[in-house]
């Protein structure tokens, strides 16, 4: 199956800071999707992205389908920006299935 | 619109019981999939249903079945319950395959 791979797996900040979240995957891909999981485990929908650029307020991803990668960007972050971050992504070919990846584990100090 | 709902939240069951989790989808949407979040595996892909069918399977034992009714909404079970599967079990809806998915709140197991 599709391999998924985050980095970095952790990551410390001060606020204000602006960081880089890569998210690579090993074959052609349907679908890809980056997610915040709040405090409670909800997965909460930050980008449906399988190719090009999108923004919204603070946040913007970039899928290269082709070189198989996807970007996540946070600038001046924020405390409540911490969490850990998924990337998933949809193989050709495999159905409605969402293969994770490890997550980026965020922390933003005040 | 409300989201996708899932009942119950918390849940303790014991080595051996079964349990039944249940997901509402958001309206409209008819396809449901589950994931089973751990520590160690992280997010792993249980089951999809689509008009009630079964239309794929993760890499889990026979004792995690799931069904889907008429309106969308899906309930999973899991048979003879073990420590290992004390998880945070979530569901996923989408308009239909290859489509953004949304997740619910999640039902968090524990078996002791």
């Known amino acids: 199956g599709i391999q998924v791979e985050q980095s970095p797996p952790d990551l410390i900040l001060q606020e204000g800071a602006n960081s880089t979240l890569r998210c690579n995957f090993s074959?052609?891909?349907?679908?890809l999707q980056w997610f915040h999981q709040n405090p409670w485990g909800q997965l909460i929908n930050l980008f449906y992205i399988p190719s090009g650029t999108k923004q919204n307020g603070r946040l913007s991803a970039t899928t290269v389908a082709t070189e198989r990668y996807s970007l996540l960007y946070i600038s001046s972050s924020q405390t409540t920006d911490s969490g850990v971050y998924f990337c998933a992504v949809e193989q050709e070919g495999a159905g409605n299935m969402l293969t994770f990846g490890g997550g980026t584990r965020l922390m933003v100090k005040p | 619109k409300a989201g996708v709902t899932q009942t119950p939240r918390y849940l303790i069951k014991t080595r051996g019981q079964q349990v039944t989790l249940s997901c509402s989808p958001i309206?409209?949407?008819?396809?449901v999939s589950w994931y089973q979040q751990t520590p160690g595996q992280g997010l792993q892909f249980l089951f999809e249903y689509f008009s009630e069918t079964q239309r794929n399977k993760g890499n889990f034992p026979g004792r995690f079945s799931g069904r889907q009714f008429s309106n969308s909404r899906s309930e999973m079970n899991v048979s003879t319950l073990e420590l290992g599967d004390s998880a945070l079990y979530l569901c996923?809806?989408?308009?239909?395959?290859?489509?953004?998915?949304?997740f619910g709140q999640g039902t968090r197991l524990t078996v002791v």
């Open positions: 074959d052609s891909v349907n679908n």
């Open positions: 309206s409209g949407h008819r396809s």
């Open positions: 996923a809806s989408s308009f239909t395959g290859a489509t953004e998915a949304f």
